[in-house]
């Protein structure tokens, strides 16, 4: 029998070993898991309606599918920064990974609509664990220096998945059936964790720096987010009665406030609103937060455009994505380098006013407008997105000590996941009060889309003074926190 002695020298052999591989394999292994979530998330969306005809339901049950995986991995992000205090990133990742693989295979097996439903909230659960926890974990064994060129590899991934996802299910729907788009994640996912096993670093805990959980906060948080999203997704299938379309949102806010009075005074908040009090941080939130709002608003403009009024098929528009998909993926990595040799300021500046321009060209595009010309303008929105939007990321995380870079990392992804939701229905239902107020003409249509784009175009060039207000250096020094979150 193994003595504690013989074992815990084991641990620290296998620790150390760990510790010694090269940061590019902490960097594969974080990159393989969020590429298969993020595959796996955009790949189902062309699929709703295969589900529908299958399982013989409606828009409103079937809809759960994309905003259950949603709405679970919204509530599950807050939990991100006390779990990894508690158990540590490393093993908490490993454990959103070998959830997304038993979603994958309850989801394979599913037999009905409602098993299906219960597989994408659990890969939700799975996504809200891993998302937040990427960035952290790279950070965690590179320099703040090399941050930039290394979060562009990163973006990379990020930004073509949304593009080639859709790609890929309709494919595969084409060629299979649904429960493929399940089963192909299981191999990823299992490859995915046995790297991150290997190669992603065992943190050295101090059990005196463990966190009460925040009990009436994640209640709050839970609240107002559950209530949030149900509406917004509620509200676009226009079932609403008159009550709930005002009472969801008056108790979403008052869930909302009571959450805030609860961090501020909690000692060890469930998120770190203290976190806005670092001024780059601050401004990084609400400038991918804006960037979000126009980027998923565009996936709804766009093919609204190129097939509505201009009457071409889905294949060019999954084409004209695609090429903001591409050059955004290029760009992502010269706005990384650019961010190390330059500072944010001057990258994110460059990249807002490119993306603004786009957004304000394509305003100006009409019916007759050559699709070559829309590819182009849609090639340089991701130009500027390349160089704003991950690049402005990773200098407001640059900004805040590194001990609460899980905190900071959740609180980005949750202000824009729900304010983007928020974006896509406000821009929803403008497009449908336009269309039954006015003729039903090709013309109007037009008409409606290019207003959604100006309004893009304005809030974008609103970021410009803020993005001014960034640091021109290059290196962020941030100070030490005495709130851990490793």
């Given amino acids: 029998m193994q003595s504690p002695k013989t074992a815990h020298n084991g641990h620290l052999t296998l620790q150390n070993k760990i510790e010694n591989l090269p940061p590019r394999v ?156 399940f089963i192909m994640n299981i191999p990823f996912g299992l490859s995915a964790f046995v790297v991150a096993l290997v190669g992603l670093p065992i943190a050295r805990q101090d059990a005196n720096d463990r966190q009460p959980f925040d009990t009436r906060g994640f209640l709050s948080a839970t609240l107002a987010i559950a209530v949030t999203m149900m509406w917004l997704n509620l509200l676009s299938e226009e079932i609403l009665p008159v009550l709930a379309m005002w009472g969801l949102p008056i108790l979403a806010v008052f869930a909302f406030a009571y959450f805030i009075r609860t961090e501020r005074k909690s000692p060890a908040p469930l998120l770190d609103l203290g976190l806005f009090t670092y001024p780059c941080y601050r401004i990084s939130i609400v400038i991918t937060t804006i960037q979000s709002v126009g980027m998923f608003v565009t996936l709804i403009l766009i093919p609204l455009q190129l097939q509505t009024v201009m009457g071409y ?24 380098r650019w961010l190390d040799w330059h500072g944010p300021r001057l990258t994110v500046t460059t990249g807002l006013v490119i993306t603004g321009i786009a957004a304000f060209l394509l305003a100006a595009s009409d019916a007759n407008t050559p699709l070559w010309g829309i590819f182009a303008l849609m090639i340089l929105r991701g130009i500027g997105l390349g160089l704003s939007y991950m690049p402005v990321t990773t200098a407001g995380l640059n900004a805040i000590p590194e001990n609460r870079l899980t905190q900071g990392a959740a609180m980005n992804n949750i202000s824009r996941r729900i304010l983007s939701s928020a974006g896509i229905v406000i821009a929803s239902a403008y497009l449908e009060w336009h269309r039954q107020t006015h003729a039903p003409a090709a013309q109007e249509e037009m008409a409606a889309i290019s207003q959604v784009f100006l309004a893009t175009g304005l809030l974008i060039a609103g970021l410009l003074p803020l993005a001014c207000r960034l640091p021109s250096k290059v290196f962020v020094q941030a100070p030490v926190s005495p709130r851990p979150d490793l």
């Fill in 313 to 336: 098929g889905p294949v060019w528009t999954g084409a004209a994505l695609l090429c903001t998909a591409v050059s955004g993926s290029i760009f992502v990595n010269i706005g990384g």
């Fill in 26 to 181: 902490v960097m594969v292994s974080v990159l393989l898991g969020t590429l298969t979530v993020s595959l796996n998330n955009s790949a189902l969306n062309p699929a709703v309606p295969e589900f529908m005809k299958t399982f013989d339901t409606g828009p409103l049950l079937a809809s759960w599918i994309v905003a259950g995986f949603m709405m679970a991995m919204g509530l599950t992000m807050p939990l991100t920064g006390y779990l990894s205090n508690r158990y540590g990133k490393r093993r908490l990742y490993l454990i959103g990974l070998g959830l997304f693989v038993c979603g994958s295979s309850l989801g394979a097996l599913a037999p009905g609509i409602n098993w299906v439903i219960a597989a994408r909230i659990v890969q939700g659960i799975a996504g809200g664990l891993m998302i937040p926890l990427s960035l952290p974990l790279i950070f965690s064994v590179y320099e703040k220096e090399k941050r930039g060129r290394i979060t562009g590899i990163w973006g990379t991934a990020v930004m073509l998945a949304p593009a080639v996802g859709p790609f890929v299910g309709g494919v595969a729907l084409e060629l299979a059936s649904w429960q493929v788009l």
